[in-house]
């Protein structure tokens, strides 16, 4: 399989988990699995098993960076970010003292 058809099988998969209200892993492998037998049906079982390990490891990793995005962008961590700033700087000027 080359380079392009992993990325498109992956933004595929990609788009279908995002439209499942929540899925779980199981769902997942089983929506991996129909989307490889509709693309590539001679895959062995190892590769496509292999394939959804990588996607879902990639999967996670962008969950997290949303996650940690919108977390982030909330007031309340701005706030938290400033105060620590603050407190940061006030010690930096007594010790300069």
């Known amino acids: 399989m080359t380079e392009?058809?992993?990325?498109s099988?992956?933004?595929e998969m990609d788009a279908a988990a995002d439209a499942m209200p929540a899925p779980n892993?199981?769902?997942l492998q089983?929506?991996?699995?129909?989307?490889v037998r509709a693309r590539r049906?001679?895959?062995?079982r190892e590769t496509w098993l292999e394939l959804f390990e990588i996607w879902f490891e990639r999967h996670l990793g962008s969950i997290r960076n949303r996650h940690a995005e919108a977390h982030d962008a909330s007031p309340r961590s701005s706030r938290r970010r400033r105060g620590r700033?603050?407190?940061a700087t006030r010690s930096c000027v007594r010790a300069a003292r």
Do not use: G, M, N, Y
């Not at 049906?41 to 062995?44: E, H």
């Open 4 to 7: 392009p058809a992993h990325v």
């Open 9 to 11: 099988l992956f933004a």
């Open 25 to 27: 892993r199981d769902d």
């Open 30 to 35: 089983l929506k991996l699995r129909r989307i």
């Open 41 to 44: 049906p001679d895959l062995s």
């Open 85 to 87: 700033f603050r407190q």
